[in-house]
Nanobody, 125 residues
Framework: DVQLQASGGGLVQAGGSLRLSCAASGLTFDDYAIGWFRQDPGKEREFVAG???????EYGDSVKGRFAISRDSALNTVYLQMNNLEPEDTGVYYC???????????????????WGKGTQVTVSS
């Protein structure tokens, strides 16, 4: 079974940093694009960042210049480094995998094939 385990969330003050990890198992890691998404209660799930199988990257507009996504094939893990956090970044962060797409437009059109359970990020003002 495909499993995606997100970790690294927590409570941080505005301006602080967190690094999220997404550990993948049950799939051939290099065959999949990985994306990070977040959701607040009552709101739609929002694309945060995605990395393709070959390392192409896209960020959501609200996190550009503050967040960085990377992947480590040796560890089957994707990271999301979050800097200069803002209260608006609060939410449950999910990672997801797909054999084809990693971008916000792909997600809106097709969704993602596999989802992990989320990790809570809370940014206090």
């Amino acid at each position: 079974d495909v499993q995606l385990q997100a970790s690294g969330g927590g409570l941080v003050q505005a301006g602080g940093s967190l690094r999220l990890s997404c550990a993948a198992s049950g799939l051939t890691f290099d065959d999949y694009a990985i994306g990070w998404f977040r959701q607040d209660p009552g709101k739609e799930r929002e694309f945060v960042a995605g990395v393709s199988r070959t390392g192409s990257i896209e960020y959501g507009d609200s996190v550009k210049g503050r967040f960085a996504i990377s992947r480590d094939s040796a560890l089957n893990t994707v990271y999301l480094q979050m800097n200069n956090l803002e209260p608006e970044d609060t939410g449950v962060y999910y990672c997801a995998a797909d054999r084809i797409g990693y971008s916000s437009s792909y997600y809106r059109a097709h969704g993602m094939a596999y989802w992990g359970k989320g990790t809570q990020v809370t940014v206090s003002s």
